[in-house]
């Protein structure tokens, strides 16, 4: 991408953002709270890039939003943004920002990961925003380790770096955790998608002939309208009163086109108590009226309909979210 480009040709490469790149970064950690150095920046910081460092950010109020490596993420607290080395990014905050930041070695923790779990470099080398759920969060608390981490690099005792460094490697046991916690529950969700259109498909089936309002469908299946509505956006494109309207047509199709029935009759078979106003409910969904409908499937020249509503008693396409 152009504007990618553009960036990288012109960031600046920082040990902490301001600070000039050297040495004396490769053998420690580094903590501050986000305001103390994004305020001095106007809580704007420009695209840069750290070239040996990685930097967590534990967002705890407010938020704003990031660039990195040519993505750009909404903020919003409670979140965490890993930053590895040698990603050009940028932040913008609102004033309202507060949180943790940790600085250190990537190269030394990768290190360590590799010795002691060699699952955690993905997470270490992976750029990412992760939300969080403080109602779903295990372990130690990501507040308590932060401040662990702050408490050590401030120390300036023997071995503070390796001390800062396991304790930055826990971070990420618990990081890598919460990133497999949250594949699960999509996955999960996606599960319980699948399960909730085919049981939708099935009371479709069932009471094609009745006209029910949304509303009992939803009771039902234990969902709210508003969650129904939704299903069916997902999986057929349509609201939750459209998708029934379609299988109503479906079912009035095959009546027409198939069955020894008068209109009148199909009417009533379909929970319609006015042959007239299913007329005009046919006619809008498909353009025809049902007697043409009729004399055209018998002719079998049935014009292609453009502008009828998804039927849901065909699948829908792979892209539809099932």
Same mark, same amino acid.
């Given at each position: 991408m152009t504007n990618d480009l553009q960036r990288?040709? *012109?960031?600046?490469?920082?040990?902490?953002?301001? &600070?000039?790149?050297?040495?004396?970064?490769?053998?420690?950690?580094?903590?501050?709270?986000?305001?103390?150095?994004?305020?001095? %920046?106007?809580?704007d910081i420009k695209p840069h890039v750290h070239d040996a460092l990685i930097q967590v950010l534990y967002v705890t109020a407010g938020g704003g939003e990031t660039f990195i490596d040519g993505k750009t993420w909404k903020v919003e607290a409670p979140c965490l943004i890993v930053v590895p080395a040698r990603s050009v990014h940028g932040f913008h905050f609102r004033s309202d920002i507060d949180g943790h930041v940790i600085t250190a070695a990537q190269s030394a923790l990768e290190? =360590?990961?590799?010795?002691?779990?060699?699952?955690?470099?993905?997470f270490i080398r992976t750029p990412t925003v992760l939300s969080i759920d403080p109602d779903v969060e295990r372990g130690t608390p990501l507040d308590t380790l932060f401040e662990s981490i702050g408490r050590e690099a401030e120390s300036h005792e023997r071995w503070q770096f390796t001390a800062g460094a396991a304790l930055t490697i826990a971070l990420f046991v618990k990081i890598?955790? =919460?990133s497999e916690s949250t594949r699960?529950? &999509?996955?999960?969700?996606?599960? *319980?998608?699948?399960?909730?259109?085919?049981? %939708?498909?099935a009371l479709l089936d069932r009471h094609?002939?009745?006209?029910?309002?949304?509303?009992?469908?939803?009771?039902?299946?234990?969902?709210? *309208?508003?969650?129904?509505?939704?299903?069916?956006?997902? &999986?057929?494109?349509?609201?939750?009163?459209?998708?029934?309207?379609?299988?109503?047509?479906?079912e009035a199709k095959r009546l027409l086109g198939y069955s020894t029935l008068s209109v009148k009759q199909i009417a009533s078979e379909?929970?319609?108590?006015?042959? &007239?106003?299913?007329?005009? %409910?046919?006619?809008?969904?498909?353009?025809?009226?049902? *007697?043409?409908?009729?004399?055209?499937?018998?002719?079998?020249? =049935?014009?292609?309909e453009k502008g009828e509503r998804a039927d849901p008693a065909s699948p829908p396409s792979s892209g539809s979210g099932r």
């Open positions: 990288r040709r *012109t960031v600046l490469h920082f040990a902490l953002y301001g &600070a000039e790149a050297d040495q004396s970064w490769l053998d420690m950690v580094h903590y501050e709270r986000i305001p103390l150095r994004a305020g001095r %920046f106007d809580f290190s =360590l990961a590799m010795a002691a779990a060699p699952e955690l470099l993905e890598g955790r =919460l699960l529950s &999509a996955s999960s969700e996606q599960r *319980t998608m699948a399960v909730r259109i085919e049981r %939708f498909r094609c002939r009745e006209r029910r309002p949304v509303a009992s469908y939803a009771d039902e299946m234990g969902v709210s *309208t508003g969650q129904l509505s939704r299903i069916c956006r997902a &999986a057929f494109g349509v609201s939750a009163i459209e998708a029934i309207d379609a299988r109503s047509i479906h379909l929970g319609f108590q006015d042959e &007239a106003y299913f007329g005009r %409910f046919f006619r809008k969904q498909t353009g025809l009226p049902p *007697t043409e409908y009729r004399a055209a499937a018998h002719d079998r020249s =049935l014009p292609s």
